[in-house]
């Protein structure tokens, strides 16, 4: 059984760097095909995907994002870890992190999600 | 903002039968992606609905189910019971945007 949870500040200010840890079970980031991704959903609105990273580290980031964003795994810890420089109140959301198998193209498994609030 | 349209709402009365539609572009759906819907319910994580345009995950009923054509796609829910309440978002992938894209989400109400 799959399973993925969330972690990191549920506050933080305009400016700051968030950084968000997934931790997960029930499958491995070593595994040929796998990914996990990140998704967030502003209260109300509808929901974005953030980024991706695969199990061979290969990345991926929403173009419209990527120069806030950064992920990383670590493997032996089954954690994928993703930071966002410069937040601003808009970036006020629930992330989600999800799991993608093998040569698929949609999430089949998701934490229950940790909201965050931008806030001075 | 959303790359996939779909109506805000949708509403139907115990047991009749709705669709969702999910509108994309040459470049996700029409190129040939795959569409998948997620189902969710309030204050919980979305859950996988449809995968591959109208394959279903083990344990969700077959009131549910899934199509596309073109450049969209469609969810038909038959049956509809009170426990189908929630939101509801397509989801594919964009070729030029090399990344995921949602649907705008549709919100479910049962009469």
């Known amino acids: 059984q799959i399973t993925l949870k969330e972690s990191g500040p549920t506050l933080v200010k305009p400016t700051q760097t968030l950084t968000l840890t997934c931790t997960f079970s029930g499958f491995s980031l070593s595994t040929t095909g796998v990914a996990v991704g990140w998704i967030r959903q502003p209260p109300g609105k509808a929901l974005e995907w953030l980024a991706l990273?695969?199990?061979?580290?290969?990345?991926r980031y929403s173009p419209s994002l990527k120069s806030r964003l950064t992920i990383t795994k670590d493997t032996p810890k089954n954690q994928v870890v993703l930071t966002m420089t410069n937040m601003d109140p808009v970036d006020t959301a629930t992330y989600y992190c999800?799991?993608?198998?093998?040569?698929?193209?949609?999430?089949?498994?998701w934490g229950q999600g940790t909201l965050v609030t931008v806030s001075s | 903002q959303s790359v996939l349209t779909q109506p805000p709402s949708v509403s139907g009365a115990p047991g009749q039968r709705v669709t969702i539609s999910c509108t994309g572009s040459s470049s996700n759906i029409g190129a040939g992606s795959d569409v998948h819907w997620y189902q969710q319910l309030p204050g919980t994580a979305p859950k996988l609905l449809i995968y591959?345009?109208?394959n279903r995950p083990s344990g969700v009923p077959d009131r549910f189910s899934g199509s596309k054509s073109g450049t969209s796609a469609s969810l038909a829910i038959s049956g509809l019971q009170a426990e189908d309440e929630a939101d509801y978002y397509c989801q594919s992938y964009d070729s030029s945007l090399s990344g995921y894209v949602f649907g705008t989400g549709t919100k479910v109400t049962v009469l």
């Open positions: 990273i695969y199990w061979d580290d290969d990345k």
């Open positions: 591959g345009n109208s």
């Open positions: 999800a799991h993608r198998r093998l040569a698929s193209y949609y999430f089949d498994s």
